[in-house]
């Protein structure tokens, strides 16, 4: 359990809505109780791309997974997982290479608990509760698990939870620490939500963000771009996400900046080192 | 339904792939897809084809389409709208699209209508199910996760509990109202209570009227959210009444937002530190031999009486007579034994007063009153103080009786400092042994100011010889019987760069005090010697005397004799010209001998006159023995011949006495303090052979004496 400075264990507060659940909503899932829906309704109905810009990320994170893979990587740490229910890593990476193996954090124990009895049934994927911010003991105990070996390539993946970290946590600190744990040839997948090239009731949106248990920072491409550190992004770079690598051109309508979010993905190559 | 009856040949390729494409991007359009596009066609496919089995079939059932509405929740197609979709696509666009040849087929459509609602049941069923399973199982994560949470708190109070219960620290809770929740164990041991009598007990109760002042009030502020802790020492009763001093460090604990909700105290039984803390501070403020508080509580107590704005404050610094030779005579231990039977008479003597006796060191004593009345009440003390020591003491055998001597000072506290304080105490204490001991004197503002000035004179003195401040300055001595000056005196006089101009009387004294009269005298005299060789020098034919007043110190000093030869050697003076003026008691000082130094000047040729003759207590036989050329009266006596009357008269008769016993003794007779006409009339009617004073001329500076001179023989002087 994650305890409080006081060293008294948090407690479970279920009268408050829950990001991950919020999220599982907008994804058609059912892992989620009033209050969840409430504000989540409450946010799609000031942001009508809201919901969109979710799926959106949730696809992004498929396609970056496969990307990986399709270079090598069979190790994964998915850090602010949420509820691994529609779309998850482990589903995505079995399917192309059935020995690869997870290892999902987040900090809402609901969610941990919740991804628990989801992994009770599946071989090589478990869940740490754990606080981004603490990158340390993140890599100490996902590497204390077996499944990930920091010797060798990892892909890390910050899909939209890097936003929850705010400025007076020193986000970029936290990224620096993060990285300097992985390997030649490990990858780092962010994606990010953003204030550039968004309407003004984003900024609304953000602000009822605060009513969960973390409040979203939206950042610039450019401050986005810096938290890949000396990792080398890769192709196409960092772009609002329908414009990472997508499947087909039938994937990217008009408005790709409607989604809100950057999306991108870097490579730590040998010269970086 | 038979193939035959639905028409030849199967599903339309193209068809199927064209329905499922609409499918998909109708399911991409409207909704999430959890695979890519053309994975989501090609499951849509897969679909498309099982729902034209179904038309197809031989037999026809729902299942097909209660299948494909359950796969399409199973494959994460539950937007709503797309499910829409479907049911609509389905009766308008799927049998023209998928099944051409039986696009009008009424047997078709009724099995596409079956399908429609098959798929919506399905749908349903599945979103149903799957929707009953995730609440289930959030819930399920929440209750775990809530589960965890809890237990996490019990494993942390079970800690803590551990903590609160084992710890060697008295530990205890209590409410905004005083309440005690709870303790443990070492904070009921630690005040002899059980915890359950101790739940019982408001905090309230634990505080005592000897707490630290503020402390109660400082605990109202803590519960009222104005501060976070504090830490005291603080003194509990056990419930069999016995004090403790405890370290206290209590804590406020808040609510979330704030409010103060209850507060934390530790404790730790600090008695046995307290009481070794009182103990030294005791030995610290204390002196071993005689039990009484010690300079250092005495210096605390009296910086505090001076605190107060307006008061007064009164020391009666004690110094016991001759200790020293009891001391001396008897050995240390009588001595210290004698010290504690004066401290503990002192003690009792103050005792009803609450004065503060303390032994300042050594058989020094004083005596505090603080809030004090003026003078007349610590002269009481005093005088009780003397009383108390004034009967016998019996020490180690020995009867021995002691007296004191006080220096008593009244001072307003406003100004004031106990350096201050102390030093009109010691002055004034040392005034009452001048002035006899076994007394007391008080404290004289002016004369302590007089004493000031006069040891400030003294440490200038050195400093003042060796920068030249001295100088000398000649009074002529007129010869009556001429009225020529025959002689001058030397008189030395201090120019202070600050007090100006002092006489001797500011200072000789002082300089015999401290003994610089040796070296100021040879000075003096150096001076003097050189001046009259030089008018010597310039007036062969009327050569004058010059007359050195020398002092007991010098007369003493066994190297007199060798200086003044040697002066008289290197300034060239025939020692005729040299006179050297004594006190009656300088003469005397060994008793009543005439010292073997006079015969010896003598001896050198020098003349020696004795000066303020008729004040002392001459003893006319030796007299009579001495190598003395010159008597100069003292000035009483010829200042008294100024006065008309009986009193003049008596004064005149004993001048006439003194002049007609000098010259019986073949001694020139010099009358000082002459100041009239008329006096120097009288003094020649008497015979007196010379004579000075301002009659005759002030003293002036070595100048004027050599223009005098230098007028001739005529020296005739008529007065100033």
């Given at each position: ?273 | ?549 020398i002092s007991a110190r010098q007369v003493s000093d066994p190297q007199l004799v060798g200086e003044v030869a040697g002066v008289l050697t290197r300034t060239g003076l025939p020692p005729e010209l040299l006179q050297l003026e ?139």
């Amino acid at each position: 359990m994650a305890e409080q400075a006081s060293g008294v264990p948090a407690g479970v507060d279920l009268s408050r809505p829950s990001a991950a659940r919020v999220y599982d909503y907008f994804l058609g899932g059912a892992h989620n109780f009033d209050v969840d829906r409430q504000l989540a309704e409450q946010i799609a109905a000031m942001t009508p791309h809201l919901a969109e810009t979710m799926r959106a990320g949730r696809a992004f994170l498929r396609r970056a997974v496969r990307a990986l893979l399709a270079d090598g990587v069979d190790q994964f740490l998915d850090i602010g997982s949420g509820i691994p229910t529609v779309g998850n890593v482990h589903e995505v990476a079995h399917a192309v290479n059935p020995a690869a193996t997870v290892v999902y954090v987040d900090i809402d124990p609901v969610a941990v608990a919740h991804s628990r009895s989801i992994l009770a049934e599946v071989g090589r994927a478990v869940v740490l509760q754990a606080d981004l911010r603490e990158p340390e003991a993140i890599c100490a105990r996902a590497a204390a698990t077996g499944l990930i070996d920091f010797a060798r390539p990892v892909g890390i993946l910050l899909a939209g939870v890097a936003h929850f970290v705010p400025d007076a946590d020193d986000p970029q600190g936290v990224l620096r620490r993060l990285r300097s744990a992985a390997a030649v040839g490990s990858y780092l997948v962010i994606s990010h939500a953003t204030y550039e090239d968004q309407p003004p009731e984003v900024l609304a949106a953000q602000r009822l963000s605060a009513r969960t248990d973390t409040e979203i920072t939206l950042r610039s491409r450019a401050e986005v771009t810096a938290m890949f550190g000396d990792f080398a992004i890769v192709d196409p770079g960092v772009v609002h996400l329908p414009l990472w690598r997508p499947d087909s051109d039938a994937d990217v309508d008009a408005h790709p900046e409607r989604f809100g979010a950057f999306g991108g993905v870097a490579r730590l190559d040998a010269a970086a080192v | 339904m038979a193939t035959s009856e639905t028409g030849d040949g199967g599903a339309d390729p193209g068809g199927v792939r064209r329905f499922a494409r609409n499918w998909a991007a109708a399911a991409a359009g409207l909704g999430y897809l959890p695979l890519s596009f053309a994975e989501t066609a090609d499951i849509l496919h897969g679909h498309t084809l099982r729902l034209a089995a179904a038309v197809l079939a031989g037999t026809f059932d729902g299942q097909a389409g209660r299948d494909v509405g359950r796969w399409l929740v199973e494959g994460h197609l539950t937007e709503p709208a797309v499910l829409g979709w479907a049911v609509q696509a389905l009766g308008e666009d799927f049998l023209p699209l998928v099944l051409p040849q039986l696009a009008t087929s009424a047997p078709a459509r009724e099995r596409i209508s079956h399908l429609q609602g098959a798929l919506a049941e399905g749908y349903a069923r599945a979103l149903r199910n799957r929707t009953f399973a995730q609440q289930s199982s959030i819930r399920q994560a929440a209750w775990s996760a809530r589960d965890a949470a809890e237990q996490a708190l019990r494993d942390s109070e079970v800690r803590f509990r551990a903590v609160f219960t084992g710890a060697a620290i008295g530990i205890g809770l209590a409410d905004l109202d005083g309440r005690i929740i709870d303790v443990n164990q070492a904070f009921a041991d630690m005040l002899g209570y059980t915890i359950t009598e101790l739940r019982e007990i408001n905090v309230g109760q634990l505080f005592h009227p000897d707490d630290a002042p503020g402390m109660y009030q400082f605990y109202l502020e803590l519960i009222e959210g104005k501060h976070d802790r504090a830490r005291v020492e603080k003194r509990y009763y056990r419930k069999d009444g016995a004090p403790i001093w405890t370290d206290l460090a209590v804590s406020l604990i808040r609510h979330d937002d704030g409010r103060p909700r209850f507060t934390v105290a530790m404790v730790e039984d600090i008695t046995d530190r307290y009481e070794l803390q009182e103990r030294l501070r005791f030995q610290a403020e204390h002196d071993p031999l005689t039990g009484l508080p010690n300079r250092v509580l005495f210096f605390d107590r009296l910086a505090l009486a001076l605190a107060d704005p307006d008061g007064q404050v009164g020391v009666c610094f004690l110094d016991l007579d001759g200790f020293k030779s009891i001391n001396d005579g008897l050995g240390h231990d009588v001595g210290d034994q004698l010290l504690a039977v004066v401290a503990r008479r002192l003690a009792d003597s103050a005792a009803d007063s609450g004065h503060l006796v303390a032994r300042m060191g050594g058989d020094e004593f004083v005596i505090l009153v603080t809030r004090c009345t003026g003078t007349p009440q610590l002269v009481g003390v005093a005088q009780a103080a003397l009383a108390a020591l004034a009967a016998p003491a019996q020490v180690d055998g020995h009867q021995l009786t002691v007296s004191a001597s006080i220096g008593v000072v009244a001072s307003p506290t406003a100004g004031t400092t106990p350096t201050e304080v102390m030093k009109a105490a010691d002055t004034t204490l040392y005034w009452a042994k001048a002035d006899g001991r076994g007394r007391w004197a008080v404290f004289d503002p002016v004369r302590g100011a007089r004493d000031v000035t006069r040891s400030a004179l003294a440490a200038a003195l050195p400093a003042a010889l060796d920068r030249g401040e001295f100088v000398v300055e000649y009074q002529p001595i007129t010869r009556l019987s001429d009225r020529t000056v025959s002689a001058v005196e030397a008189l030395v006089r201090w120019q202070h760069p600050q007090l100006g101009r002092l006489g001797p009387d500011r200072f000789v004294a002082l300089a015999e005090e401290t003994g610089l009269i040796v070296r100021l005298g040879r000075w003096v005299l150096e001076q003097a010697c050189r001046q009259a060789s030089r008018w010597r020098a310039e007036h062969p034919q009327a050569p004058i005397v010059v007359s050195v007043n020398i002092s007991a110190r010098q007369v003493s000093d066994p190297q007199l004799v060798g200086e003044v030869a040697g002066v008289l050697t290197r300034t060239g003076l025939p020692p005729e010209l040299l006179q050297l003026e004594l006190t009656e008691s300088a003469v005397m000082a060994t008793g009543g001998e005439p010292l073997p130094a006079l015969r010896r000047l003598a001896g050198l040729g020098v003349r020696l006159a004795i000066d303020d003759f008729g004040t002392g207590y001459s003893n006319l036989a030796y007299l009579r023995r001495m190598p003395i050329h010159v008597l100069k009266l003292a000035g009483p006596f010829v200042e008294g011949m100024r006065v008309a009357g009986p009193e003049g008269d008596r004064d005149e008769r004993i001048v006439d006495a003194l002049v007609r016993l000098a010259h019986a003794l073949n001694l020139t007779v010099t009358a000082e303090a002459v100041e009239t006409g008329e006096q120097a009339d009288r003094l020649v009617a008497l015979g007196c052979d010379q004579a000075q004073g301002w009659h005759f001329g002030r003293p002036v500076p070595a100048g004027e004496i050599t223009e005098r001179l230098s007028r001739g023989p005529d020296r005739t002087v008529t007065g100033p």
